[in-house]
């Protein structure tokens, strides 16, 4: 089946203890992404992959880092979490080159089901 | 400032009326997406649209994009309970392939 799949699926923990939340897809899509959703503000995009080894940010990247050393995983990194990082984590995977005319690229998004942090 | 602005953020029907979810910006997409979610889980995608006027229909869900591929709408008929969930459209800017921009959500409850 295809899927994207996060670990884990709810997290407590407390202010500078540093923490990984694992993402994993089976589709082989180059491309994938990390999210925060938060009451008001939708979804913003953390960082992003286009393929191995090449990361970048999104729009809300400070105190997180990501890595992709293997096309299937994308872990999201917080380093020292603080309260405002609580939220609810979605990771998200695509092939970056649709179907549409030209080749143009949809981005497509499959998501996981989501990790809800709280930082105390 | 938010790229892609959706009307209504709250919308409460019942059973059998119609409704549509705006999805507006300043910016031009090379294409747009619509996506549901339910709650405790991911947004599921529902459609792309494209090409600038197109119509995509998906059952009871009918989906258009502006001629300028600036907006999106999509319109539900004889909504039903099974509809209920948080609608996001999300879009390409032209020229950013790799970002991905959502929209602020509406939230959709049907009732009997």
């Known amino acids: 089946e295809a899927q994207v799949t996060q670990n884990p699926r709810y997290l407590i923990t407390v202010t500078g203890k540093k923490l990984t939340v694992t993402c994993s897809q089976n589709?082989?899509?180059?491309?994938m992404s990390w999210y925060r959703q938060d009451p008001g503000l939708g979804l913003r995009q953390i960082y992003y992959?286009?393929?191995?080894?090449v990361t970048d940010k999104g729009d809300v990247p400070e105190g997180y880092k990501v890595s992709r050393k293997e096309k299937r995983n994308f872990p999201l990194i917080l380093e020292s979490p603080s309260p405002n990082q609580t939220s609810l984590y979605f990771c998200?995977?695509?092939?970056?080159w649709g179907r549409g005319a030209g080749g143009r690229a949809h981005n497509e998004q499959f998501f996981g089901p989501g990790t809800r942090l709280t930082v105390l | 400032t938010q790229l892609l602005e959706q009307s209504p953020q709250f919308l409460s029907i019942q059973e059998g009326e119609n409704l549509t979810v705006y999805c507006n910006s300043s910016?031009?997409?090379?294409?747009l997406q619509w996506y549901r979610q339910e709650p405790g889980e991911g947004p599921v995608l529902l459609v792309t649209?494209?090409?600038?006027?197109e119509v995509k229909k998906l059952k009871r869900l009918t989906f258009q994009f502006g001629d300028a591929r600036k907006d999106s709408s999509l319109h539900i008929t004889a909504a039903q309970p099974g509809d209920t969930g948080l609608y996001l459209c999300?879009?390409?800017?032209?020229?950013?392939?790799?970002?991905?921009?959502f929209g602020t959500g509406t939230r959709l409850q049907v009732t009997l």
């Open positions: 998200a995977s695509s092939l970056l």
């Open positions: 910016s031009v997409f090379s294409s």
């Open positions: 649209v494209v090409t600038g006027g």
């Open positions: 999300a879009g390409n800017p032209t020229g950013t392939a790799s970002k991905l921009t």
């Open positions: 589709m082989n899509h180059e491309y």
């Open positions: 992959s286009m393929n191995v080894e």
